[in-house]
């Protein structure tokens, strides 16, 4: 079974930055580097909301995309080496605040407990 951890929030100023760290195990590496990996957000009483994705294929890198909300702002990442994800987070804004998680887009199962990132001065 795939576990998923993130790691990396943290109480910033508004204008601050952080880096999220989404480690992967019960994976091996052949198979997490053909897959897509998507970073999420959620709030109370609202959707989870896909901020940023990876593709990737059997070489290292991918095409990524974002949201409006997060474009030009947040920058996901990978090592497929390593089974992980990363996601840089600049400029932040209050409206970032929330528990962000990793996942497989598509797949979507296995979520982790998530990181608070919380974005308040």
């Known amino acids: 079974q795939v576990q998923l951890v993130e790691s990396g929030g943290a109480l910033v100023q508004p204008g601050g930055s952080l880096r999220l760290s989404c480690a992967a195990s019960?994976?091996?590496?052949?198979?997490?580097?053909?897959?897509?990996v998507g970073w999420y957000r959620q709030t109370p009483g609202k959707q989870r909301e896909l901020v940023a994705r990876?593709?990737?294929?059997?070489?290292?890198?991918?095409?990524?995309n974002y949201p409006d909300s997060v474009k030009g702002r947040f920058t996901i990442s990978r090592d497929n080496a390593k089974r992980t994800v990363y996601l840089q987070m600049n400029s932040l804004k209050p409206e970032d605040t929330a528990v962000y998680y990793c996942?497989?887009?598509?797949?979507?199962?296995?979520w982790g407990q998530g990181t608070q990132v919380t974005v308040s001065s």
């Open positions: 996942n497989f887009p598509g797949i979507e199962t296995n």
């Open positions: 990876i593709t990737s294929g059997i070489t290292s890198g991918g095409s990524t």
């Open positions: 019960g994976i091996s590496t052949s198979i997490f580097r053909i897959y897509a």
